[in-house]
């Protein structure tokens, strides 16, 4: 299903979740993926709940938990669970992994940790973090950073105390930031900092062509 058709049907089943209660009847829960692991079925750490006397707008919270659940999978490389892109896209990016973990903390710190940690863990030696993550390959062609990591990282473990994750963050995101230093100025891919002002885009392609007047 493409993301609009998706939203577009999530939209019309929260209306009828809202005028007619037991249209929740004529959405049954689905079964979770083969590669879900059984902690994404738990909210046991929840900071929020939400109840109502409303069976509509309580089937309409529940659906949304489980619609979450469903999007908790397990990816290449990393034996935890974290939360996907959703609909049928199984994989993460880093330009939105970290920020959404951050805004499910409140509802699973654990899994707001696991979006973080997937991308230090599978880090390379040089420092390069991977632009994205799926369940059958890793990738590591282009910058895909738009939130930095490293503030919703610092964010998340200020919210729940987390040293350890403190620290992964801070010795993974400077080497990431040693990584994305610009090369040798006669270098034909030099301007990389240039790049990134540009958009998502490949640090091998010399997008700037040495136009050095683009660079902070």
């Known amino acids: 299903m493409i993301r609009r058709e998706f939203l577009k049907q999530a939209g019309l089943v929260a209306g009828a979740y809202s005028v007619f209660p037991r249209a929740a009847a004529a959405f049954p829960a689905?079964?979770?993926?083969?590669?879900?692991?059984?902690?994404?079925?738990?909210?046991?750490?929840?900071?929020?709940?939400?109840?109502?006397?409303?069976?509509?707008?309580?089937?309409?919270?529940?659906?949304?938990?489980?619609?979450?659940?469903?999007?908790?999978?397990?990816?290449?490389?990393?034996?935890?669970?974290?939360?996907?892109?959703?609909?049928?896209y199984k994989g993460v990016w880093l330009e939105c992994a970290p920020q959404e973990g951050l805004v499910y903390s409140l509802i699973r710190p654990d899994i707001a940790r696991n979006n973080h940690l997937i991308f230090f863990a599978l880090q390379k030696e040089d420092g390069q973090i991977p632009c994205w993550v799926r369940t059958t390959a890793i990738g590591f062609a282009q910058i895909q950073m738009v939130v930095p990591i490293a503030a919703t990282a610092w964010e998340l473990s200020q919210q729940t105390g987390d040293q350890e994750l403190l620290e992964k963050a801070y010795a993974g995101s400077s080497r990431w930031d040693a990584w994305l230093q610009p090369l040798p100025r006669h270098s034909p891919y030099w301007p990389v900092r240039g790049i990134l002002h540009l958009g998502h885009r490949s640090r091998q392609q010399p997008a700037l062509g040495g136009n050095a007047e683009l660079l902070p």
Do not use: K
Not at 38 to 48: D, K, L
Not at 54 to 83: C, E, F, K, M, S
């Open 30 to 88: 689905q079964s979770q993926p083969a590669n879900a692991r059984p902690e994404a079925v738990s909210h046991a750490h929840s900071r929020i709940s939400f109840e109502t006397s409303d069976a509509g707008y309580q089937a309409t919270y529940n659906h949304a938990l489980g619609v979450l659940n469903r999007n908790t999978i397990v990816l290449q490389g990393y034996d935890q669970p974290v939360l996907s892109e959703g609909s049928n």
